[in-house]
């Protein structure tokens, strides 16, 4: 009889002998950061095209719309298309003065790309954060209390003054220093020579009164005074600015800033094209495609299902194609019975479920697509396939939910 030590001897002279050794370390090769290599040209792996010219073209329709150079919005990963690819595009731009962030890797991302020109940090920095920005070129925004002592500590600590923009709350209540104790605490930041104010902005709600009348008009109307005031004290409060995309399209009296601060509209929100009586203002374009080369075409007879609880089922022969893109990836869950996709100058229906890395489309009775076929389910370059398309033929809504939901690790590609 084996007894329990008997067992565990021979069970682990059985795991021993199956178990599979590691390759020598000598032949295995050397693995760098997967997410900053190039994939192949005909890689199966699904990734985001970023569309340099859509990029260039909305940003001069805002510069020429509005008057005013752009400190552009690139947070959040640039709304989710790529802030390592469009950064360097905006740079490079004379219509830009700057970019700006909310993420202290973003301002790091963007400097090891290459970005040479001042970033603006809006979000709040602890001491060691607020050096190390600061060290690498990146400008703080300054609201609260204490921020005098803290840049004069990062003062003596780089050896120079610091260039910073100073946020002004002029009624939305989340950040910024309140207009109405901001004029003794700017006067206080602007007499310190360690402090060397670049910038001076707010933010607006959008908001309206029960009377109809637009809140953004009092938002303004309190900085424009806080400014005055400031000037008048002899207080020098740098490059104004505080207009994202909405404020540039629907409050125009924001263009008498220095600066306007898009976002949305330099990544091609659809809803900035118009103002609010539908007509078309600017040429506002589309920055980005979702794409992946089909992994598998098949014929499948009547009656066959697809995919999780074949919510699809073939009423005739017919042939489907398999792209390796899901709902992880930033593709909505109902775009399966909604949307399509492109594949060569033809759009496809896109059926059965949308799991988390596939979806199906019906390509119908002839097999007109291959195996490695490059399939665009989020593009410009068909109606029913636009952000603002796919995103109204589901429950998205708004185009703004389909690229910010894109997954960060899929590579992207500037085109």
């Known amino acids: 009889m084996l007894n329990r030590r008997g067992f565990i001897s021979s069970t682990g002279a059985l795991l021993g002998a199956t178990t599979i050794s590691p390759a020598p370390v000598a032949a ?29 073209n909305n940003v001069r329709q805002l510069n020429r719309f ?18 390592r690819e469009i950064g360097p595009i905006l740079d490079a731009m004379d219509e830009v003065s700057g970019l700006a962030v ?7 991302a ?13 979000a709040h920095l602890s001491p060691t954060e607020m050096e190390e920005v600061v060290r690498h070129g990146v400008r703080p925004a300054l609201y609260q209390d204490d921020a005098r002592a803290e840049i004069e500590r990062v003062a003596a600590a780089t050896s120079s003054p610091v260039p910073v923009h100073v946020m002004v709350d002029t009624g939305m209540n989340r950040i910024g220093m309140p207009h109405t104790r901001a004029l003794p605490w700017l006067a206080d930041l602007a007499a310190s020579p360690a402090v060397r104010i670049e910038g001076t902005f707010t933010m607006f709600s959008g ?18 005074r806080t400014v005055e005031e400031a000037r008048a004290q002899g207080i020098e409060l740098g490059l104004l600015h505080g207009a994202p995309s909405g404020q540039i399209v629907r409050v125009p009296e924001t263009h008498e800033l220095d600066l306007i601060r898009p976002g949305g509209a330099i990544y091609g929100l659809d809803g900035y094209r118009r103002d609010a009586s539908g007509a078309d203002i600017m040429d ?33 022969p017919t042939w489907v194609a398999t792209i390796p893109i899901g709902h992880t990836d930033g593709y909505p869950r109902d775009a399966a019975g909604n949307c399509a996709a492109l594949v060569g100058d033809r759009v496809y229906p896109v059926v059965a479920v949308i799991s988390s890395n ?58």
Not at 66 to 83: E, F, P, W
Not at 110 to 122: A, N, Q
Not at 208 to 218: A, C, I, K, V
Request: some cysteine; aromatic content about 6%.
């Open 66 to 83: 509005s008057g005013c150079r752009l400190m552009a919005v690139i947070k959040n990963n640039a709304n989710g298309i790529g802030l």
């Open 110 to 122: 963007l400097r090891s790309v290459g970005v040479t020109k001042p970033i603006l940090m809006m």
């Open 284 to 316: 506002i374009r589309p920055t980005f495609r979702l794409r992946a080369r089909l992994t598998r075409v098949e014929r499948i007879p009547t009656g066959e299902g697809v995919s999780f609880g074949h919510q699809f089922i073939a009423e005739r």
């Open 207 to 224: 908001a309206r009164r029960d009377d109809g009348s637009q809140f953004d008009l009092e938002h303004l109307r309190r900085f424009q």
């Open 358 to 415: 596939h979806t199906i489309i019906e390509v119908g009775s002839d097999q007109i697509v291959q195996v490695g076929d490059i399939a665009t389910l989020v593009g410009p370059d068909h109606p029913d396939v636009t952000p603002i398309s796919v995103a109204t033929k589901t429950s998205l809504g708004r185009d703004y939910w389909i690229m910010t939901k894109l997954n960060a690790l899929l590579h992207r590609r500037v085109v």
């Open 102 to 108: 909310v993420r202290v890797d973003e301002a790091l």
């Open 28 to 56: 295995q090769a050397t693995v760098t950061d997967p997410w900053a290599r190039t994939p192949a040209p005909d890689s199966f792996d699904p990734w985001v095209e970023v569309i340099a010219d859509a990029i260039r």
